[in-house]
C-alpha cells in the first residue's frame, strides 16, 4: 500500500471548469506538498501546508491534518492548467523522507 | 523564487559509458540535496541524499558504486552514473534544502533524461 494515495488518476475538463484533486495519506507529516509536472518532465512546487488553506492565483489547497487529506483545487481551468499534479508528504518522524503520490494526469479541453 | 537547474536536460548514452548530472542552487547555499529517479507513469522515488562535505545516504536497493553523488560545495551536487546500462534509462530530478531554511524548503530542478542505447 502506498502511503500517499491520488484520485482521480486521470482527468479530463472542459476549459473553464472547477477542477478538484485529492489526495489521502497514511503516515504522520510535518508538510505537504504539491507538485506540478509538465509533459516535458521538470517539476514546479506549487504549494507547501502545514496546515489550512493557500492560495495562488486560481490554484487553492487545502489540508485537513486530522482527517489526513489535502485537496488541490483549480478554478477557471485552461488547457495550459493541463499537466500531472503530485501530492508529496514529508514524514515528521524520519525528518527528510518524502512519499510521493503517483500523480493526478490532468487534460483540460478547449 | 529559489531556482534548481540541472544539466544536461537530456543525454543520450552508450551502454558502458559513464554519465554526470549536475545539480546547482542557483540563488540559494543548499546544505542537503536529493536526488530521485522516475520511471515512465510512476511516482519519484529517491534514490539518495546528499549533504555537503560528506558521503551521500542511499536508500535502499540503490547501488552506490553505480550512482555516484559528490556534493562538492553549497550549490553544486552531482550524480555520475556509472557502466551505464539500458535500464538506468529514466528522469533523473534533484531538489535542495535551502541552508538556514525550515525543514520544508526545498525546491526541485527541471529534471535530466537518460537513455543509454
Known amino acids: 500500500k502506498n502511503e500517499v494515495e491520488q484520485s482521480p488518476q486521470n482527468l479530463t475538463a472542459q476549459e473553464g471548469e472547477f477542477i478538484t484533486i485529492n489526495c489521502s495519506y497514511s503516515v504522520g507529516i510535518s508538510a505537504l506538498h504539491w507538485l506540478q509536472q509538465h509533459p516535458g518532465g521538470g517539476i514546479v512546487s506549487l504549494f507547501m501546508l502545514s496546515s489550512g488553506k493557500k492560495k495562488h492565483g486560481r490554484l487553492i489547497a487545502t489540508i485537513n491534518i486530522q482527517e489526513k487529506h489535502s485537496s488541490l483545487h483549480i478554478t477557471a481551468s485552461h488547457p495550459r492548467d493541463s499537466a500531472v499534479y503530485i501530492c508529496?508528504?514529508?514524514?515528521?518522524?524520519?525528518?527528510?523522507?518524502?512519499?510521493f503520490g503517483t500523480g493526478t494526469s490532468l487534460t483540460v479541453i478547449p | 523564487g529559489a531556482v534548481v537547474s540541472q544539466h544536461p536536460s537530456r543525454v543520450i548514452c552508450k551502454s558502458g559509458t559513464s554519465v554526470k548530472i549536475e545539480c546547482r542552487s542557483l540563488?540559494?547555499?543548499?546544505?542537503?540535496m536529493f536526488w530521485y529517479r522516475q520511471f515512465p507513469k510512476q511516482s519519484l522515488m529517491l534514490m539518495a541524499t546528499s549533504n555537503e562535505g560528506s558521503k551521500a545516504t542511499y536508500e535502499q536497493g540503490v547501488e552506490k558504486d553505480k550512482f555516484l553523488i559528490n556534493h562538492a560545495s553549497l550549490t553544486l551536487s552531482t550524480l555520475t552514473v556509472t557502466s551505464a546500462h539500458p535500464e538506468d534509462s529514466s528522469f533523473y530530478i534533484c531538489?535542495?534544502?535551502?541552508?538556514?531554511?525550515?525543514?520544508?524548503?526545498?525546491?526541485f530542478g527541471p529534471g535530466t533524461r537518460l537513455t543509454v542505447l
Open positions: 508529496a508528504v514529508r514524514n515528521r518522524y524520519t525528518g527528510n523522507q518524502f512519499y
Open positions: 540563488d540559494f547555499q543548499a546544505t542537503t
Open positions: 531538489s535542495a534544502r535551502e541552508r538556514g531554511g525550515g525543514e520544508d524548503t526545498q525546491y
